[in-house]
């Protein structure tokens, strides 16, 4: 019986293996959607400049100042019984439908938040768009924020919620309330008459009537962005809007 020999395979550089080739479509595929959202941005941030993008029917008076007015079953973008940070006749007008439940609201909370602070010639507006069917302690903690907003505590309140999105019970709506010093009789009080309970529900059917799908979802000077928005186009968007 003759001897086989068998020479050693020859070993296949990474990218002609299985896991190289996927690893360089996933790599292609994420490139892909970096470069397509970089172009959508500056897209869209050229044409809100340009006063030439209207992404919600008839509501291209959001960007010539009229913003506010019901229009058919449009909804309103802005309320004013809605919490804001800014002036009133800033140029640029931020309005955050947002979940504090949400862990895409909550994503975005940490990039967006020093903005308010450090954005002068920016107004902020947050409303609730509370998504009860996957988030049931939302919409609660969403009329606890409103209660704060009576003791003229809400960011603090609004900040306390987003760093402590994993325990939105009751009892711990109360320790924030408290860790920022509000009344708590006045609180609970508040809290338990659903006092804002009409506010919340008004947010969210203004916000299905205007598109809004999901949270976070922004509207810029009336244009729509949906999800959470990189810190890196919130620089681009206040370069091209300043």
Known sequence: MSDIITAPLKKLPWYKRSWGIILILVSA????????????????????KAGTYKPISNFSDFTTGKAGEKNGNEGQLLSNKSPTRGPDDAKITIVQFGDFQCPFSGKEFPVIRPYMETMKNVKFVYR?????????????????????????KYWAYHDQLFMNQSDLTQAALEGYAKNIGL???????????????????EDIQDGLALGVKGTPTFFINGVKFEGAVPKVAWDIIFDRLK
């Open 128 to 152: 609730d768009f509370p998504l009860v069917d996957i988030h049931p302690d939302a919409f609660r903690a969403a009329e606890a924020s409103h209660c704060a907003q009576d003791q003229n």
């Open 183 to 201: 009344d708590m009789d006045l609180f609970k009080s508040c809290l338990a008459s659903e006092k804002h309970k009409a506010q919340v529900l």
């Open 29 to 48: 595929l994420i490139l892909f959607a970096a470069i397509w959202f970089g172009f959508e941005v500056y897209s869209n941030v050229q044409q809100m």
